[in-house]
C-alpha cells in the first residue's frame, strides 16, 4: 500500500473496516462461494454458504463475472438490509474478491440535498412570479406617467389600476404572515409598514413537537425591492429551504442565510434578522442575531409592573460578510414570562422638533400592568403614532410578543 510500512497499513485498514463496515467475499472460476469474512450481518450476508453457486446468494453480481475489466466498481449498491455499498471487484489469480464499503450516510445526504433544492427551486418559481408581476406593474407606471402626460383622466386611471396591483401586493405580503396563537402557546404581534410595501417580514412555526422558531427579518429601505427580500427570506426560513442546515441552532441557520443572500445577488440589499428556537419542555430559549435590535424579556404577570431585559446577541447583517458566522446565546423562559421580538421601527421614532424617542419609552411600556382585556402591543403603536405626530411612521412598525 503505496510502499508504507506495515503497521501504518495494518492502521489504515483497521480505520476503513471501522468507518466503512468492512465485508469480503471469494469467488472462485467456477463462481462458487469459497471464502466471505468481515461484517457479513450488516448487509443481510450473514446466511451465506461456502462451496455454493455465488449468484444463487449474492444476485447484485449476477452477469457481472467472469470480470471484464478488473479492478471494478459499482457505486451505491442497495444490499439486502437495507445498508447502501459501494461494492469493489477485485481479480486475483484464478479468484474474484468481493469488498463492500458501507455508504449509506453518503446516500441519505445526497437524497436530502435533491430534495431540498427540489424545494428551493419551487419556492424561488413563486417568488419569480411575483417579482415579474410587480416590476411589470412598476415599469407600466413608469411609461404611463411618461407617455399620458397629456391625458390627465388617462393617467389617473392607470394610477388607480397600478395601485390596486400594489395593494394586490400587499395583500400578498399579509398573506404570508402568520397568525396569532392562542394555544400551546400565546403568539401576537402588529405589523405596520410606513409604505404599501415595507421592508420587514416574520414568522414564527414549530420545527417539531418540542421546538417553536420565532424569526424577524429586517431589509433596508422600503418598496417593491426590500419588501420582496423581506418576504423571500421569511419564506426561506419558514420553508427550512436552506440546504445542510440544522434549523433547530440559529447560529448555524444564520450562517447558511447570509451564504444564500448574498447582496451583491439581491440588488445590494443587506438585512437584519433575528431568529431563536425555544424548548417547550425545558424552557430554554436559543438565539441568535444578525445586526438586529435585541430581544425583550419581561418576566411575571402582565396584570402587574415588571421588569424588561434585554437580549444581547451580536453579528453581522445578512448579506455583508460571505463567511460571517454568528454566536448562539441561551435563556431559560419560566411562565409567566413574555418575549417581544422586534424591528427598529418600534422604537427609533422621530418626533415633530427633531429629537428621537429613547429606547426606553418603549421598555418601560411594555413592563407596564396590562389591563385585561387590553394589549400592550396596540399601546406601543399608539404611544409611537403620538410622539411622532400626523402622518405615516417613518419605519415600519414590527413586533411579535411570545407569552408564557
Known sequence: MLDLPTRVADSLLQLLEGQRVLAHLVIDEAQNLVQSGGHLAHYGLDGLQAGSPA?????????????????????SLAMP????????????????????????????????????AYDM????????????????????????????????????????????????????VRATLPEPLS????????????????????????VDDE???????????HGVGSSL???????TLRSEALSRTDFHHPGEVLAALNRAYQMERHGELFSTVWYGV?????????????????????????????????????GPCIGIMPAARYQE??????????????SDGTYEITRPDGSMQPFSAMSDLLARPVAEGHSELDALLELAREAHGPGALDDDFTIIRMAL
Do not use: M
Not at 427580500?229 to 419564506?235: H, M, Q
Not at 446565546?329 to 422586534?342: D, I
Open 278 to 314: 425555544y424548548h417547550r419542555a425545558s424552557g430554554q430559549l436559543r438565539y441568535a442575531s444578525a445586526g438586529h435590535p435585541p430581544a425583550l424579556l419581561v418576566n411575571g404577570p402582565a396584570g402587574c409592573a415588571c421588569e424588561g431585559h434585554s437580549l444581547p446577541a451580536g
Open 183 to 206: 394555544a400551546p402557546l400565546d403568539v401576537d404581534w402588529r405589523f405596520v409598514p410606513s409604505t404599501e410595501l415595507g421592508g420587514d417580514s416574520f414568522g414564527y412555526h414549530w
Open 55 to 75: 449468484s444463487d446468494q449474492l444476485p447484485f453480481i449476477e452477469g457481472l463475472l467472469p470480470l471484464v475489466e478488473t479492478p471494478f466498481l459499482i457505486r
Open 329 to 342: 446565546e441561551a435563556c431559560t423562559l419560566r411562565s409567566p414570562a413574555r418575549l417581544f421580538v422586534f
Open 229 to 235: 427580500l423581506a418576504v423571500a427570506v421569511a419564506n
Open 81 to 116: 438490509s437495507g445498508r447502501v455499498a459501494d461494492v469493489h471487484f477485485f481479480a486475483d489469480d484464478d479468484r474474484v474478491w468481493v469488498l463492500l464499503l458501507d455508504v449509506t450516510a453518503e446516500w441519505e445526504e445526497a437524497r436530502l440535498v435533491q430534495q431540498k
Open 211 to 221: 421546538h417553536f422558531a420565532i424569526y424577524l427579518v429586517d431589509v433596508c429601505g
Open 121 to 172: 427551486t419551487l419556492l424561488s418559481q413563486r417568488e419569480a412570479r411575483l417579482i415579474a408581476q410587480l416590476e411589470a406593474a412598476n415599469d407600466e407606471l413608469t411609461r404611463a406617467h411618461r407617455d399620458l402626460a397629456a391625458s390627465r383622466e388617462a393617467l389617473q386611471a392607470t394610477h388607480d389600476r397600478l395601485q390596486h396591483e400594489l395593494r394586490d401586493a400587499e395583500r400578498y
